[in-house]
Each structure stands twice: as structure tokens, then as C-alpha cells.
């Protein structure tokens, strides 16, 4: 099993699975981006110490793998709160009014683009194209698509519902 | 190293000239041998080729789009055009493209006179700007990253600096992050650079976002010439320039020189900024006489006047030479001792290092920070003539007849290695040095004779690649420092009326070593520039 000395860890399950990962690719980096996800699943985010660390489990620079994660929006470098907000600002969803849902979003959490609340509940952030132009326009709260018929009334609605009942079912808010 | 058995060339029509190449060739390396200039950012002959800059569209015959030229393998027949309507528009387009975000402030931008951008706009570019200055995307300017400062807003994103941080030091500081028009080039960690070689991104960086805090403002670099020359900082001896303001005569800078046999187009830093200690603190002036622990000045005439008299019992003297010497100083030195009857030579090196089996770091640098360890022991052996390691010089101590040490050629600040030589000299023999700085390491010494530093001499030198190079004077010798030739004279003379001749080296190396080294007549004007590799020594 890889094993490297790091301040933060991967449980011996997750090593596991990382070295799964490795093995299913000719090279140790190929697997940078699964093991990315999976080290933000676990770390909430990525920081300069689990980059650090993936990059030793690879065995990579770590500055490739900082490459690699600024490059993604999916990849979040610091602390987003419990809800990450991501409205997508390309421009299908721009011309069917992301900008509205933007401002909406804004008003209800009191923070701007790329700000975090003070309760560390939300965050709100723009982002490329989600490759659901069909249905735009359209967001993302962490790994969930909200993405039917959108408009600013939902995203208030939305926000509201979790923050009193500290969850949603996305189907529900967006019907 | 190529085979006998040629390769069949192939034939490429650029700009209607017909040039036969190798079928290995990119259509932009067909153009350097056609002699055409094709404008480029990210191609550099010593890196690996990323294609990314666009700058190098040239039209091809029967491809239905431009294509770049520096990835563009040749095939026989080709007709390429590097300078039409469409390949020009298409450069002026990239270019353009380059600028969007580019501050354009040459005013104050260091790079100002040797930018790629400027030069490209006046051949390439002309074109009337689009973009209103304050809808540029900003970035930080002028960030410290250790021997080089940063300006991310002036990059073009050439990739150059990353690739060679990937590919020569394997220390990978450099990144590009973010996307788009936010990219941005960085130490991905925010921290210094780490490694021996960061000079050369100043260098190859085509535009002012990566310069070298030591040159930074210190003059426009069109004021500057350039002299070739070779590093002397260890014995690799890498091809370098050096940059000189005709007016002032000072010195500027260092920089390497292409030589794909030697140091491809890299130096160390070592070799790029340890230059200071000509013009430094410590720097050695005129003749100084030390007697109880005080510090005479006094004349270059009064110390000769004294080794003259010495010589008259040439027996309990010992010369001591520097590797750091030229082969010419060298075979003068003890051609003329030996002529006065000298008897004991004895060779100044890092004797730790010198015989060490993986001497060199991956990289360029080898361990034995002197240049000339290969020439001094050819120039002996060419002369029939023996030395002594330092076990020698103790021994001959031992034997008790030693009176006087002459020591030669030390030159720079870092020089510790040649301490064990001074320390095996027992009270009793007086030491004379002829070194560029006043050391702590040299207290002992009775006089102190300011030497001629590697920028203010001339002459040959022969490296651990076994390869004779050229140094070349750069620059006046500070005040009354003179090289070993000027030493010899005065010495046999006695006194201080007859300085050696101006072009000492050229007769040396044309009368006396060329023929032996080379096995041919040599002109000293005509050595290649890129030096000449030696047969091994027997
Ligand atoms: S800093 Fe210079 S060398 Fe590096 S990518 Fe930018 S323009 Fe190219
Ligand atoms: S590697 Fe050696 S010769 Fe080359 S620049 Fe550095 S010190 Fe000078
Ligand atoms: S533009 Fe928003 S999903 Fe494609
Ligand atoms: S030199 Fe060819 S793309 Fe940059």
C-alpha cells in the first residue's frame, strides 16, 4: 500500500481504493482526478496539505497537481460552507437569465460571488458550462443538478428551505 | 558523432529556397538552416517543443490551414511559405492575441530592448490596438520569487520557464493556473524558486515577466556589448557573454552562450552572479607588504625588487600554481622559474574534489570550482616537468630547506579549498600570494600581489570534457592588478619597467601550445568560438 508522511491522511479504506485507482491506469497520474474528487469528499476541500499529499501518493509535483486543481471549477481550494452554490455563467445559461438567478442567490445569502456566509452555510460561486445547456439555465448545490426551469423565485426558495430544514430534495423545490 | 551511412535528405522549397535537410526536421529547424527567421515564443532548441504560442503559422502547400512550423515535421517536396499575405496575417493575429492582456509597459519594464513582444510588433505586428487599457485582465506585478522577480501580468504563457523547471532542474516550481484569460504563472506553492539555475528563465523568458533581481534597472541593456568568453566558476566552463558598458567599462552581467557540447544555452547561478568580487570589498589593489601583522602598501617595483633577490638561491623556493590559472600563464610561469632554476612546482586545486568519480550534478556544475585542472596537467606533462600535491609540499617542508612559497594565480572569495596549502607552510617560510581578494585564509602571507581577475585576462583553458576553450578580457584589470604573465616578466626583470607585452597569450598559445594540444598549426583569432574537443590524455 502507498504509504507517505503527510499531516493529513486517507483512512487505511480509502488507500485502498486509491491504490485501486492507480492500478486501473498505465501511469500513477492518471488517476490524479478520481483521487482529487475523492480527497475532496473526505477533506471538505482542497488545500495546500492535501495537495501535498496527493501529489506524494502519485508521486507527482505537487505543483502539477496544483495545475490541475486551479484549473477545475468542480475543485474548491478552500473552505465553501455546507452549500456550494454554483451557477453556471456560460452562455447558454446567460442568455436564459443565469444573471437573474445570480442576483437572487446574492440577496438571499448577503454575500457576493465567490463569498462564503459568516454561519459557514453557503457559498456562492459562478461556474462554466455544466453540460446542461438543454435545461439551462442552470446550477449545482455541491454534487446535485437543480436544473428544471430555473428562475429567481426557486433560488430563494431553495436557499430557505435549507437553511431551516438543513436539507432539501431537489426534485421537490424545483417541480 | 553522426554515421558514415547519410541519411537521405530531404528537399523543402521555404520562401522559394531550397534547402536539404534530414527527415527528422520540423519545418522551423528547415527555416533556421535556410537561413529565415520565423517568429516564435514558446520554441526553444534546448526544450522539449509545446506548440503553444501560434506565433509560427507558415503556409504549406496543399494543407487547407496554417500550420506552426516549429511541430511540423518536413516531407520531400514540401513548398512552404513563411512571409505571405495569409501566413503574415496570421502571425500578426497571434501577436495581437499576445497583447490583449499585456500591459504594454515598456517605460518601465526591465526587458525593454531585448523583448520578443516589441521586436515582433515592429516586424510582425503594426497594427492599431483594439482593446481599451483598462478592460485588460490584471495581474501581480513585480513579485519576489527569490533571485527572480515576477510579473505575471507581462507573460505571454509561452510555457518556456515551466518546461525548463520540468525538464532541466526536474524541480517543477513553475505552474500555469486557472483558465482562459485568468491564467496565471506562479511558484505553485507562492515560495522561491529552488534550484541552482534560476538565471536562465530571465533568459529565456521572451518577454519581462521573469527577471533577475541582479540585473534588474541596472542598465538598458542597449547600452551594453557583449564579449565572448567561458565561466571559470568550476570546470565545466560553460560558453558564456559578457556584458560590458563601452563607456564605463564596467562590468553588467554574465550569460550563458549556446554550446550544445557543453552547457546547451544554460549557466549556472554561481557562474551568472558570483562576478561581484571583481569590483568587491575584498578585492586586491595594488602590492601589499604585511610585516608584524601590519599592512603596507607599497609598489609592484619593491616586490619584484625582493623575489628577484630571492631567486638568487632559486633551491629554497617553491612555486605554487592555481588551477584557476590559464594553460598561457601557466607555461610561462614555469618555463620562466624553471629558467631561474626553480626546482619544486606545485598544483593549487581542491584535491578533495579532483579525483572524485560522479563529480558533476545532473545538471551542468562540477564539483572542482576551479576551470583549468585538465589544462594544468596538460601544460605539465607537455613540459616534462613534475608537481606536487599537497602531501608533497608537506614533504618537501619536511625536508627543511624551504624558505620561500610564491603562490599564484587565487582568484575569487570562495576559496577555501586552498587553505590546507597555506597551512602546511611552517613559520619559517615567508609567503608571498598573488591573488584577486584579501581573504582571511591568506593572514600568514608576507606580501599580497593583486592578480588580474578571469574578466580582465585572456588566454586558454581546457575543461573536464577535455575541450580547449577561450576566455576573453572584458574588462580593464582593476587598478594595479596584473595576470600571471605580467608577474613572470616582472620577476625575471627585477623590476617594474617592463610590463609583458600586450598579446603575451596569443604568442604563447600560437608558438608553444597549439600545435602540441591540437596537433596542428592554430591562429589564436581563428580558435572556434565553441572550442575544440581535445584527444584523451595519455
Ligand atoms: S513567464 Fe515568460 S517564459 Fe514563463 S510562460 Fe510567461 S512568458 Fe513564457
Ligand atoms: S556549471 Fe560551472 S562552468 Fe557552468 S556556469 Fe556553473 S560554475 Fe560556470
Ligand atoms: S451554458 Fe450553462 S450548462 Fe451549458
Ligand atoms: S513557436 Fe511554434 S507554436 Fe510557439
Redesign the interface.
Known amino acids: 500500500m502507498t504509504e507517505v508522511s503527510s499531516p493529513v491522511h486517507f483512512s487505511e479504506q480509502m488507500l485502498e481504493t486509491v491504490d485501486r485507482l492507480i492500478a486501473k491506469y498505465e501511469k500513477p497520474e492518471c488517476a490524479l482526478l478520481p483521487i482529487l474528487h475523492l480527497a475532496q469528499d473526505q477533506f471538505g476541500h482542497l488545500s ?1 496539505p492535501v495537495l501535498n499529499y496527493v501529489a506524494s501518493l502519485l508521486k507527482m ?4 497537481v ?2 490541475v486543481v ?2 477545475y471549477t468542480m475543485f474548491k481550494t478552500r473552505d465553501m460552507g455546507k452549500w456550494c452554490l454554483q451557477i453556471c455563467h456560460n452562455v447558454t445559461c446567460t442568455m436564459m437569465g443565469a444573471e437573474r438567478l445570480v442576483h437572487a442567490a446574492v440577496e438571499s445569502l448577503g454575500v457576493g460571488v465567490n463569498g462564503v456566509t459568516e454561519d459557514k452555510q453557503f457559498s456562492l460561486v459562478t461556474v462554466e458550462c455544466l453540460g446542461s445547456c438543454d435545461k439551462a439555465p442552470v446550477m449545482q448545490v455541491n454534487n446535485e443538478f437543480v436544473e428544471r426551469a430555473l428562475d429567481a423565485e426557486k433560488v430563494k426558495n431553495l436557499i430557505k428551505d435549507l437553511r431551516e430544514k438543513g436539507q432539501t430534495t431537489f426534485e421537490e423545490v424545483t417541480r | 558523432m553522426s554515421t558514415d551511412v547519410a541519411v537521405k535528405k530531404v528537399s523543402v522549397t521555404i520562401d522559394d529556397k531550397k534547402v536539404e535537410v534530414t527527415p527528422d526536421k520540423t519545418v522551423f529547424q528547415a527555416a533556421v538552416e535556410a537561413g529565415i527567421f520565423v517568429p516564435h515564443y514558446c520554441y526553444h532548441p534546448d526544450l522539449s517543443i509545446a506548440g503553444v504560442c501560434r506565433m509560427c503559422l507558415v503556409e504549406v502547400d496543399n494543407a487547407p490551414k496554417l500550420q506552426i512550423s516549429c511541430n511540423t515535421p518536413v516531407r520531400d517536396g514540401m513548398v512552404v511559405r513563411t512571409s505571405s499575405d495569409k501566413a503574415r496575417q496570421a502571425q500578426k493575429g497571434s501577436l495581437e492575441l499576445h497583447l490583449i492582456n499585456h500591459p504594454v509597459d515598456c517605460p518601465i519594464c526591465d526587458k525593454a530592448g531585448e523583448c520578443k513582444l516589441q521586436d515582433f510588433y515592429r516586424e510582425f505586428g503594426l497594427y492599431k490596438s483594439r482593446v481599451e487599457l483598462e478592460d485588460k485582465v490584471h495581474k501581480p506585478k513585480a513579485k519576489d520569487i527569490g533571485t527572480i522577480v515576477l510579473d505575471a501580468e507581462r507573460c505571454i504563457l509561452c510555457t518556456r520557464c515551466t518546461r525548463f523547471t520540468h525538464e532541466v532542474t526536474h524541480t517543477d516550481e513553475l505552474v500555469i493556473v486557472n483558465r482562459g484569460n485568468r491564467s496565471e504563472l506562479k511558484t505553485y506553492d507562492d515560495g522561491p524558486l529552488r534550484n541552482d539555475y534560476t538565471g536562465n528563465l530571465a533568459d529565456i523568458c521572451p518577454v519581462g515577466a521573469l527577471t533577475a533581481r541582479d540585473f534588474r534597472f541596472q542598465q538598458r541593456v542597449w547600452f551594453l556589448e557583449k564579449k565572448n568568453s567561458v565561466c571559470t566558476m568550476c570546470a565545466r566552463g560553460c560558453n558564456t557573454t559578457v556584458s560590458v558598458n563601452p563607456k564605463t567599462k564596467k562590468l553588467y552581467r554574465v550569460e550563458p552562450r549556446r554550446n550544445p557540447e557543453v552547457n546547451k544555452s544554460w549557466i549556472c547561478d554561481t557562474g551568472r552572479w558570483r562576478y561581484h568580487y571583481v569590483y568587491g570589498e575584498s578585492r586586491l589593489r595594488t602590492p601589499e607588504k604585511i610585516s608584524d601583522g601590519r599592512v603596507l602598501e607599497s609598489t609592484w617595483h619593491q616586490a619584484f625588487g625582493e623575489m628577484k633577490r630571492a631567486l638568487e638561491d632559486p633551491s629554497g623556493i617553491v612555486i605554487g600554481l592555481s588551477t584557476q590559472l590559464t594553460n598561457e600563464e601557466i607555461l610561462e610561469l614555469v618555463l620562466s622559474f624553471k629558467e631561474s632554476g626553480v626546482k619544486h612546482f606545485v598544483r593549487i586545486v581542491d584535491e578533495q574534489v579532483i579525483e572524485e568519480r560522479s563529480p558533476w550534478d545532473g545538471v551542468l556544475k562540477h564539483r572542482d570550482h576551479t576551470p583549468n585542472a585538465e589544462g594544468f596537467a596538460r601544460m605539465f606533462s607537455m613540459m616534462n616537468t613534475k608537481f606536487l600535491d599537497c602531501a608533497g609540499l608537506a614533504a618537501l617542508v619536511g625536508e627543511g630547506n624551504l624558505r620561500h612559497a610564491w603562490f599564484f594565480g587565487l582568484e575569487g572569495e570562495d576559496v577555501s579549498w586552498a587553505s590546507r596549502f597555506v597551512e602546511a607552510l611552517p613559520e619559517g617560510v615567508s609567503l608571498t600570494l598573488h591573488a584577486t581578494s584579501r581573504l582571511p585564509i591568506w593572514e600568514r602571507a608576507q606580501w599580497l600581489l593583486p592578480a588580474a581577475s578571469a574578466f580582465e585576462k585572456s588566454g586558454t583553458m581546457v575543461n573536464a570534457l577535455g575541450r580547449l576553450q577561450r576566455l576573453q578580457a572584458a574588462i580593464p584589470r582593476v587598478s594595479l592588478a596584473r595576470d600571471g604573465h605580467a608577474v613572470a616578466f616582472g620577476v625575471q626583470r627585477g623590476a617594474d619597467r617592463d610590463a609583458a607585452p600586450e598579446a603575451r597569450h596569443v604568442d604563447l598559445f600560437e608558438k608553444l601550445i597549439a600545435a602540441p594540444l591540437l596537433g596542428r598549426e592554430q591562429v589564436w583569432k581563428k580558435l572556434d568560438p565553441m572550442g575544440v574537443a581535445l584527444k584523451e590524455r595519455s
Request: neutral net charge; without cysteine; aromatic residues 22%.
Open positions: 495546500p509535483p505537487p505543483g502539477k496544483f495545475d486551479s484549473f
